[in-house]
Structure formats: structure tokens, C-alpha cells
């Protein structure tokens, strides 16, 4: 339950401007408050003056891991103010969105806020880790943090929230490469499935990452099973709370071990596969015995290993017996995503103009040691964020080996390279016989999306591709020019949908392209060719169809260009049913 609460007239007039944005927020007068209203509320917005706030709320007070997030405004919504469970309770991110709704200005004092320290006690929620920590040892780190006492950061895993922390690293944090360095820091923060040995105060996170392979003679006892693996894990440095899934060949489905442990802990994922899905996967310890009668050459390893979608065994087979008959083997790997060391990010670039390109694509781009980036389509400017040492290449005179050889060289010493690519990678962006080599040689990569032409062109353009009740598709395609194009895609058989089309690659071809939607599309159909979308040298020629190549040729338009063909172009006609009343349920939260 959230509330809201007020103590006259005005104060109910700014809850209910709350309440009309929130949605979810029950608005209830001063004198219905008390501790079973306190208690059984996730949040509170209280209106009216702070010193009231406060001696409302504090009878009733417990701790910030119990106690509701309050943010208390003045009745006259000149001010949000962040009181109580800021961080744990979200009571500053609830702040901060009254503060937005009501034109208000946010007031926030958790220190960690106002210096730009990382919010510890929220970084495990934030990021889907499992904390460690008790709250005593996280309040004492938090201290440490903000008093700019030395830390050391330890992240033996990859994954968003660990890149948020390599790029936000404040002054007194230090990343570690291993628990041997630690020495000299007040205390370590380490993101790892593992189990140190480390001479300072340590708060470990622990992501979830870790994958259980199980293997089990047939009606297996269950009992004792969990124990003992979870023994067995903290025996080898392993953390038992890592562990997301538990996986196992169809023919061991239905036994009681698996599902029991699938109900440990953070697992969140029972994968049942195959012996056709396991049987190609090399393991460590194959068994002859085990191919004759599964068909793979070891259950518990191929399963952890094809759950983490080829990541490293953190665990081999390791065999259990607790009673008679009850024979069970399981190995744990560590998803493939999540290993450090090299790493590959093809990275969307926009349009164009440096400030269109994502803020996840900045973020790689500041911390690259090798920009590989498409020369011929994508400004220089986009590598000027890189950091001092990062080598920045353009690909335009390479052949596809150099470009290879040159991001497995950054990638084989553990370096981060970014590749990239104009617009959105995934049109016409040419990264499929990348990832194929990738696919080849286990690397870790991962794309980031980017803003494409089609959008700069709309943008540019001042159209909405689709319109109401006339057209409600955009079709992206390409010419035939070199390359062949499916039958079932000629242009002309695309154009007879009468769709916005945004043709790409195609203004050296445009003769042709005009006489196939000249097929499809009436001569006086608007049309657009836009060159060098959000770049300085952008130019856009706006006309009809019967004049598209003239317009081409004319203006010597290249391989940058995009060409719109359609009814949508300009249009100001046709009102979306969004807008209607009855429609506007879909915008309560």
C-alpha cells in the first residue's frame, strides 16, 4: 500500500495532482494516520510541514530496512524532501519524481547522493546481485566510502552493473585484479561467484552467474543432496548464492533430486536438454558408460556447460553418494557472458551526429582500447570521446582478416575493443560474418543498438511514417543492385503494400529503383532523398516520384543517402485513437 497524506484543504489539492500521475497512491487526511498505516505502507508522501512529518512518523520508526519510504512536500509544492529509508526504501527516487511532477525542487541529504559516492545498500537490488553483507558491516562500508577512505574494487565478472562501476569509479576506489592486492585498503568491495581468503573487511556481491549441471542414478534420493553440493561449493571457494540454474538431460527430468534443487536458493531456471543438444559438447571427464546409456559423454558437465552457453567449469564432475542407491554427479560452470578478459562490443553509432549515439555506446567508447570503426560512413568526431592510450582505427582500408586479426590481438590480452558501426548494426550493418568469427573462436561479445537512418529521415522530414487508418508499415530495403535480392523483395512487389519505404544503398541504382515503384506507387507520391543524415554536409531534396532520379543525379547524391518513398512524408492528416478518453487507461502506471 502507498499513501498520501494531508492535513487541509491546499495539502489535499497537491496530493491529488500526485495522485493523478501516480495512479497507485491512496490519499487519506492527518487524522486517519497511525502506526497500522505506517506499518503497512510501502511508501508515504507527506504534505505539509516538515516538523508535523516528523512527529507523525517518529513513534513508529523501527530501521531502514523496515520503515516505509517518506518524502514529505510543503503544501504550497515548492519542496520534495527526501526523510526517511532514502536509499533501501527508494524514498530518494520517490523524491525525485514528486519533486518532477510537482515542479518542485528535490531535497536530498543521504550523503552518498550529495557527494556522487555509489549507493551501496541499493547496488545489489539495482544490479540483480545477492549482497552478503550484514547491516551493521554494509553501514560501517557505506561510512568508509563516503569519508574518501582507500577502497578496493575486485570484479572477477562482466555484466551491466560492473560496467557502471569501472565508469563511475570515484577517487578513493582502486580496481584490484586479485585478493592479494588487497592489502593496505580499508576494505574491499568484490563482484565474484568466489570465495576469498582476503586479509581486510570484504563486501561481497554476488552475482548470479553460476550454473549446476546434476547427474543422478535413477530414483535418486533427494535428501541431503542440496546440503552437500552447497558443502561442497563453499569447500572449493565457490558461493552458493551465485547459482541461477540447475539443468539436466530429459531422461533424468522427472527425479526428485532435480526438482529439489531446483527450488534452492536464487535458482530461478530448471533447463531440461536433449541428448542431441548435449552430444557434441567435449567435456573433461567423459564416460563411456555414460554415452551407452544417455547418449552424452557426461551429463552433469555438458548440462552446466550448455546452461552457460559454453562458459568455463568452475567445478568438474564431482560424484556424491549419501545413501544406497543414491548416486548423483554435478558440476557447476560460469555463464560466458560474465567472464572477464576480452570482450567485444559492436556498437551502433546513430546517424551520425556524435550526440545521437546511445548513452550505453558512449559509455564503451570512453573506456575502449581499440575503436575499430566503419571510416566511410561514421564521422571521426564519434572517437573523439576515447580515452588517452585507446588506439582508434578506421576499417575502411582493411579487408575483413585485418579487421580480424587486429580485434582477436586487443582481445586475446584482455583489452575491451569496440566495433563501430553506422546506424543500427543489425540494418545492413554487415556484423554477421563478425559474429560468425566470434562464434568461431569463443569470443564474449555483445551489441549495443544505435539510432538508425530511418529515424534521423523521420525526424528530419517532420513526418510520422505511420498514419492512422492509411498507413501503418514501414517497410527498410535496399535496391537490387551487385547484390542479388530475394525474389519475393523486389521492389516493385514491397511497393504494392503502399508503405513508407526507406530505401538504402540504392541512390547509384535510382534509375531502376524509380521504375519499380513507379510499378506500385502513383507518379506524384511524395519522396524524400536524404544525404548524410545529422552530419554537417546533411542535405535533404524533398519532391514526387516521377522525379526521384532527376533529383539524384542532379545533386550528385552517393552512397549515403536515404531514399523515402510514401504517402506518410509531410502528412498531417489522421488522429491517433490514442488520444481518445478511452484510450487513456493505458497510460496509468
Not at 516505509?68 to 519542496?79: E, F, L, N, T, Y
Not at 545498500?121 to 539495482?126: H, K, M, P, V
Not at 533447463?271 to 571427464?285: G, R
Not at 545521437?356 to 570521446?385: H, M, N, Q, W
Amino acid at each position: 500500500m502507498k499513501r498520501i497524506i494531508y492535513l487541509n484543504e491546499a495539502g489535499e489539492a497537491v496530493a491529488k495532482r500526485i495522485q493523478e500521475e501516480l495512479g497507485d497512491f491512496e490519499a487519506i487526511p492527518l487524522k486517519e494516520f497511525n502506526g497500522n498505516v505506517f506499518a503497512g505502507c510501502k511508501a508515504l508522501v507527506f504534505i505539509g510541514a516538515l516538523g508535523v512529518c516528523v512527529r507523525a512518523i517518529a513513534p513508529f520508526m523501527k530501521n531502514k530496512y523496515i520503515d516505509p519510504a517518506v518524502v514529505c512536500v510543503d503544501s504550497s509544492a515548492r519542496s520534495a524532501i527526501s526523510v526517511l529509508s532514502g536509499h533501501v526504501g527508494g524514498a530518494n527516487s520517490l523524491c525525485m519524481e514528486v519533486a518532477h511532477i510537482l515542479g518542485a525542487a528535490p531535497v536530498i541529504t543521504t550523503q552518498s547522493d550529495t557527494t556522487g559516492y555509489w549507493a551501496l545498500d541499493t547496488l545489489a537490488d539495482t544490479n540483480g546481485w545477492v549482497c552478503e553483507a550484514r547491516h551493521s558491516e554494509m553501514n560501517r562500508a557505506i561510512a568508509t566510502l563516503v569519508n574518501g577512505k582507500p577502497i578496493g574494487l575486485l570484479l572477477d565478472i562482466r555484466d551491466n552493473g560492473t560496467d557502471k562501476l569501472e565508469a563511475t569509479l570515484p577517487s578513493n576506489v582502486t580496481l584490484i585484479k586479485n585478493p592479494e592486492e588487497a592489502e593496505g585498503y580499508e576494505f574491499v568491495i568484490a563482484v565474484t561467484p568466489y570465495i576469498y581468503d582476503i586479509s581486510v573487511p570484504v563486501i561481497y556481491f554476488r552475482p548470479l552467474v553460476l550454473n549446476i549441471g546434476i547427474g543422478c542414478r535413477r530414483d535418486c534420493n533427494p535428501a541431503g543432496v542440496t546440503a552437500y553440493i552447497e558443502k561442497v561449493l563453499t569447500e572449493k571457494g565457490i558461493s552458493p548464492s551465485g547459482v541461477k540454474s540447475v539443468s539436466t538431460i530429459d531422461i533424468k527430468k522427472d527425479e526428485k533430486v532435480v526438482a529439489e534443487l531446483a527450488k534452492w536458493k536464487n535458482v530461478h531456471v530448471c533447463n531440461i536438454y536433449t541428448a542431441d543438444e548435449l552430444k557434441d559438447i567435449a567435456v573433461p571427464n567423459p564416460s563411456e558408460k555414460v554415452r551407452e546409456v544417455t547418449g552424452v559423454w557426461g551429463v552433469a558437465e555438458s548440462c552446466a556447460i550448455k546452461a552457460s552457453d559454453g562458459g568455463r567449469l568452475v567445478l568438474e564432475k564431482n560424484k556424491g553418494k549419501l545413501s544406497e542407491g543414491a548416486d548423483f554427479t554435478f558440476a557447476v560452470s560460469v555463464d560466458r557472458g560474465a567472464l572477464r578478459g576480452g570482450h567485444i562490443e559492436i556498437v551502433g553509432a546513430g546517424p551520425g551526429d556524435p550526440d545521437l549515439v546511445s548513452v550505453r555506446g558512449r559509455r564503451f567508447l570512453r573506456r575502449a582500447d581499440l575503436i575499430l570503426y566503419a571510416g566511410s560512413l561514421v564521422p571521426k568526431e564519434l572517437t573523439l570521446c576515447a580515452k588517452p592510450g585507446c588506439v582508434v582505427r578506421s576499417s575502411a582500408s582493411m579487408n575483413l582478416e585485418e579487421q580480424f586479426e587486429l580485434m582477436k590481438r586487443f582481445y586475446d590480452s584482455d583489452k575491451l575493443v569496440v566495433r563501430l558501426h553506422t546506424g543500427d548494426p543489425c540494418i545492413y550493418g554487415a556484423i554477421q560474418e563478425q559474429m560468425a568469427f566470434f562464434d568461431k573462436y569463443g569470443m564474449s561479445y555483445h551489441i549495443t543498438p544505435g539510432i538508425s537512418s530511418f529515424q534521423a529521415a523521420a525526424a528530419a522530414l517532420r513526418s510520422q511514417f505511420t498514419i492512422p487508418e492509411k498507413v501503418q508499415t514501414i517497410i527498410l530495403t535496399r535496391g537490387e543492385g551487385r547484390t542479388p535480392m530475394p525474389e519475393k523483395e523486389q521492389l516493385h512487389k514491397l511497393a504494392a503494400s503502399q508503405s513508407t519505404m526507406c530505401i538504402y544503398l540504392s541512390a547509384g541504382i535510382v534509375d531502376e529503383v524509380q521504375k519499380e515503384l513507379l510499378m506500385a506507387y502513383t507518379p506524384d507520391t511524395p519522396v524524400a532523398a536524404c544525404y548524410k543524415l545529422t552530419w554537417k554536409e546533411e542535405r535533404i531534396y524533398r519532391g514526387v516520384l516521377k522525379d526521384l532520379a532527376r533529383i539524384v543525379h542532379e545533386n550528385n547524391l552517393t552512397l549515403t543517402t536515404l531514399l523515402v518513398v510514401g504517402e506518410a512524408i509531410d502528412n498531417r492528416e489522421g488522429l491517433s485513437r490514442l488520444y481518445s478518453d478511452n484510450f487513456k487507461h493505458l497510460y496509468r502506471k
